[in-house]
């Protein structure tokens, strides 16, 4: 940002910062990969066979439609509906309802098999991922929130939690 005569006032630099590990980052391409090779996101398959994912969305009145999808090389983000005002797209996509896996997947489909080829990159794949292991954990529902059995409480649940990721309270549960 500059002032008036042009003195440089804000060098506003983004700073980036990581706020997934690499392997959460990997898990959660993994689920929206499935998004497209079978989910709500089929119609935006690649007719290539690349690595891809992504994720549809669509109001519940069908006034806005989208597809965020991406490939280790390109993201892209398609929205359909009016720019000026909420209407309902109820028969829009051959009689049916405009939703994320409608136009707006195949709008992206098209626009990255045209896209893709320009940045003379060969396919590849999305780094692995490693699958934590789970443990059950014996929890409660108490104070509004999930808490750990501390051996005294009743209507228990038995729940799989990734390693490390169990409610970090006990709760505090008396002899009955």
């Known amino acids: 940002v500059r002032n008036d005569v042009g003195r440089l006032v804000d060098n506003n630099v983004p700073v980036g910062r990581h706020v997934l590990t690499a392997n ?3 898990l959660e391409t993994s689920l929206l ?3 497209v090779r079978a989910g709500t996101g089929k119609k935006a398959q690649l007719s290539d066979g690349r690595a891809q994912a992504g994720k549809t969305g669509t109001t519940e009145n ?3 439609a989208w597809f965020v999808g991406y490939t280790p090389q390109l993201v892209a983000a398609v929205w359909v509906g009016y720019p000026t005002r909420l209407k309902p797209m ?3 996509f051959n009689g049916e309802a405009v939703a994320g896996g409608t136009y707006p997947a195949l709008i992206w489909k098209s626009f990255m098999e045209r896209a893709l080829p320009y940045l003379h990159d060969r396919p590849e794949s999305f780094p692995s991922v490693s699958f934590p292991y789970s443990v059950s954990r014996t929890v409660v529902y108490r104070n509004g929130q999930l808490e750990l059995d501390n051996g005294n409480c009743n209507d228990t649940k038995q729940l799989l939690y990734l390693a490390g990721e169990a409610p970090p309270r006990t709760a505090n549960c008396k002899v009955n």
Request: glycine share 8%.
């Open 24 to 26: 959460t980052a990997a």
């Open 33 to 35: 990969e499935s998004v």
């Open 62 to 64: 069908y006034g806005d």
């Open 90 to 92: 109820l028969t829009e």
